[in-house]
């Protein structure tokens, strides 16, 4: 590989990236996962160390689960989610952590995985580590996932059904309830796991994600959801049987051999989930401001994740800059992260904002000829 000339290329074809720098704090964000603006809030954070002494908490775990001696803070936590979900749970480092250290454990060149044709990288990745064949099925189609099912599962000694509850750029759903149906159906053994990583917070009952609200959360055999979104904090969790739970401790990778999260943040992450858990009119208020972004983008469809496609790497970042210069940070995704030819801008809504927001928002892209309505129905 010839580094100057891969960098060149990405140049040229506007897919460069670079970090950007700290942010002066006068544009209004709609690029973080923050979706319930919790990140942000003061009072939260003085709550927080009012019932637990800085002195006293410890900054690192110093060493993976397995060999930690501090486990309090992960095992409280974990006792919360499980209370929460009526099932174990795991802690992981990070939704990366997750998927890929507990989809290559799951596979192996025995199990069929059949995944929704637009699931997170980190899945891929999971994937193709596993070393396990794998199908993919049109995105939400769940007749296509079933033809699959029907001309391949027979040749398996297990199959492995993998989507995301709420997908992470075009901030569209699944029915949880047809995938359910899927793996009831299928011949061969079938496990069905739910990354929920954007559902989190924000869907269901108590922010618990759409497989909680569908009622089939014990026909879901892996949830995953993390902490690091709409959770204001880090890392992710599992939620699994025992029996699960117990295989994952002892064969996922990126469990065993990684130094576990500073147990600061697992208390954090305790802390924060009792109280989105009551938060309905943070949830609500997201949900308004959806459908306000939905009629601004001329979408049918509502969701605190909204992509106005562009279609071209260089005008996605030119329309970037623009909207900037009139006060709003909104990024652009490009290739490898979407397809060639679906470069967009990605709308990530937050409860801290406001419909005023919303409006302006409107207006900026309005004086950018940029149609309302074209680019959102094309996503």
Request: charged share 25%; with cysteine; glycine share 8%.
């Amino acid at each position: 590989m010839n580094i100057n000339e891969t960098l060149s290329q990405l140049e040229n074809t506007g897919n460069y990236r670079h970090i950007p720098g700290e942010d002066n704090g006068t544009a209004v964000d709609m690029t973080s996962n923050d979706y319930l603006g919790l990140a942000s809030r003061r009072d939260l954070r003085e709550e927080f160390f009012a019932h637990h002494a800085p002195g006293d908490m410890v900054m690192s775990a110093s060493a993976s689960r397995l060999l930690g001696l501090r486990q309090n803070e992960f095992t409280s936590l974990e006792r919360l989610l499980s209370d929460c979900y009526g099932r174990e749970a795991l802690l992981m480092n990070s939704g990366y952590h997750a998927n890929v250290g507990l989809i290559q454990a799951l596979a192996d060149k025995r199990t069929l995985i059949v995944a929704d044709k637009l699931v997170h990288a980190s899945i891929i990745d999971g994937i193709r580590l596993s070393g396990a064949p794998f199908e993919r099925f049109r995105h939400n189609d769940y007749d296509h996932l079933n033809r699959i099912l029907d001309s391949k599962a027979g040749d398996y000694s297990n199959v492995l059904i993998v989507a995301e509850s709420v997908y992470s750029m075009d901030g569209d759903r699944s029915d949880i309830g047809r995938l359910a149906e899927a793996k009831r159906r299928c011949k061969t053994n079938a496990l069905l796991y739910i990354d929920e990583a954007h559902a989190v917070g924000v869907e269901g009952p108590g922010g618990l994600g759409l497989t909680a609200a569908s009622g089939l959360t014990a026909e879901t055999d892996i949830v995953i959801g993390t902490l690091g979104k709409a959770l204001a904090s880090t890392g992710a969790y599992a939620v699994m049987s025992h029996e699960m739970r117990e295989f994952m401790i002892n064969r996922a990778r990126s469990l065993i051999f990684s130094t576990a999260l500073p147990p600061i943040c697992a208390a954090w992450s305790e802390f924060i989930i009792r109280r989105s858990l009551g938060m309905d009119s943070e949830r609500r208020k997201l949900a308004e401001l959806s459908r306000l972004l939905a009629d601004t983008l001329g979408c049918d469809e509502a969701s605190h994740i909204r992509p106005l496609i562009v279609g071209d790497p260089h005008k996605a970042v030119e329309l970037s800059h623009h909207l900037l210069d009139d006060g709003f940070k909104v990024l652009p995704i490009r290739t490898p992260t979407v397809p060639a030819g679906t470069e967009r801008l990605r709308f990530s809504l937050s409860a801290s904002l406001d419909a005023s927001d919303i409006k302006r928002l409107g207006e900026s892209l309005g004086r950018h000829n940029v149609r309302e309505g074209g680019a959102g129905n094309e996503a």
